[in-house]
């Protein structure tokens, strides 16, 4: 009888274990973050562009502080195209970060996407961040097998 009491206890706190763990999906977040960085960034289309933002995001930025925000982060010029190689899954969090690289001319662009969501229920721009040069290196920083570009 304890025996199967413990196995029983065993197997439930291995089950209760599993609960927790997020599934990503980089290259659904990665092809995500490309579609809201060609529309926003590429074309500098910011209607469009703050349309395509989560729910989450929207509830806490309106359109205008998101307009303000993007005419700051590009005084001059926006990216000619933007190309994802690195991805940041976000441990026991609904969302991974996305950084793309590109540039205009003489100007370079670092760009940090965090992408709300799962591999089950997909993945919307939830922040983005426009860095002054590459993000520092991260431990839980992985290479994409595919490079991804607007």
């Known amino acids: 009888m304890r025996k199967i009491l413990f196995v029983t206890l065993a197997l439930a ?27 926003a960034l590429v074309r500098h289309d910011i209607q469009n562009g703050y349309s395509l933002l989560s729910d989450n995001a929207k509830k806490t930025v309106s359109f205008e502080k ?11 010029l926006y990216p000619l195209s933007l190309t994802a190689e690195e991805y940041e899954p976000m441990p026991t969090q609904k969302g991974v970060n996305v950084f793309l690289y590109g540039e205009n001319g003489s100007e370079k662009f670092n760009y940090r996407l965090i992408m709300e969501g799962t591999g089950v229920t997909g993945y919307k ?4 961040y426009r860095g002054n040069g590459p993000y520092p290196p991260s431990q839980l920083r992985r290479k994409l097998k595919v490079g991804y570009s607007t």
Not at 15 to 32: N, Q, R
Not at 125 to 128: D, E, L, M, Q
Request: charged share 15%.
């Open 125 to 128: 721009v939830s922040g983005i």
């Open 13 to 39: 706190s291995l089950i209760s274990c599993g609960v927790g763990v997020m599934y990503h999906d980089e290259d659904m977040a990665v092809k995500s973050a490309i579609e809201f960085s060609k529309v």
């Open 66 to 76: 998101y307009s303000q925000a993007f005419s700051q982060m590009h005084p001059s």
